[in-house]
C-alpha cells in the first residue's frame, strides 16, 4: 500500500509570485533618477517628507511581513530629494498598506498621495477597504497620476523617480512581499 505525505502548510503562504509591476512615474523631466525600497519581505505603509512650496525629499516608511503574514514594526529609509522644507511623515493605519496613489505635478511634484488598504495576514493581501494619507501643495489644479497596484497580493514595496533640490517625478513598485 502506497502512503502519500503531503506537507504541513503553514498558516500563511505566498498566494502568487508575479512580476513586479513598474507603475507610471509622473511628473517634471528634471533631476537625477533615484529608487527607495523596502528591502526583502517588507511593504511600504506610509511615507516621510520635506516640503515647502513643492515637495523638497520623499522616503519610505516600510513594515516587515512575518513568516505569519503579519506586519511588524514600521521603520524609516533615506530620503531622495533636497534638503529645504519641513520635515513630516503619513502613516497608513495599523494593519494597512499602500496599495497605489496619485503625484500631482507641474515641472515638480506638488502633491502626492498614498491609498492605503487593509492587509489581510492570513492570505497575506490586501483588500478593498481604503484609507488616504496625503501631502498637499499649493495648486489644486495640477495634472495627476492616478495609479493602483493591479492585484490584491502585490502592495507597493519601492518608490522610483527622479529628483534634485526638489522631487522633479515619482511613481510606484508594486510586488509581493
Excluded at 92 to 104: D, E, K, L, N, Q
Aim: proline letters at 5%; a positive charge; glycine letters at 16%.
Amino acid at each position: 500500500m502506497a502512503v502519500c505525505l503531503i506537507p504541513a502548510m503553514s498558516s500563511s503562504v505566498r498566494t502568487a509570485d508575479l512580476p513586479a509591476q513598474q507603475l507610471p512615474i509622473y511628473g517634471g523631466g528634471g533631476g537625477s533618477s533615484f529608487t527607495r525600497t523596502c528591502g526583502d519581505n517588507r511593504v511600504m505603509t506610509g511615507f516621510q517628507y520635506r516640503r515647502g512650496l513643492w515637495i523638497d525629499a520623499i522616503g519610505l516608511l516600510c513594515r516587515p511581513v512575518t513568516s505569519s503574514g503579519t506586519l511588524g514594526a514600521e521603520s524609516a529609509g533615506s530620503l531622495a530629494g533636497g534638503t529645504g522644507g519641513t520635515f513630516g511623515t503619513k502613516s497608513c493605519p495599523a494593519g494597512y498598506v499602500v496599495a497605489g496613489g496619485v503625484v500631482g505635478y507641474g515641472s515638480v511634484v506638488e502633491t502626492f498621495r498614498i491609498n492605503c488598504r487593509e492587509w489581510n495576514a492570513a492570505r497575506r493581501s490586501f483588500t478593498s477597504v481604503e484609507v488616504v494619507q496625503s501631502v498637499v501643495g499649493n495648486n489644486a489644479t495640477l495634472p495627476n497620476g492616478r495609479v493602483n497596484c493591479a492585484n490584491a497580493v502585490q502592495p507597493v514595496v519601492s518608490i522610483r523617480g527622479r529628483a534634485g533640490a526638489f522631487i522633479d517625478a515619482v511613481g510606484f513598485t508594486c510586488d509581493e512581499p
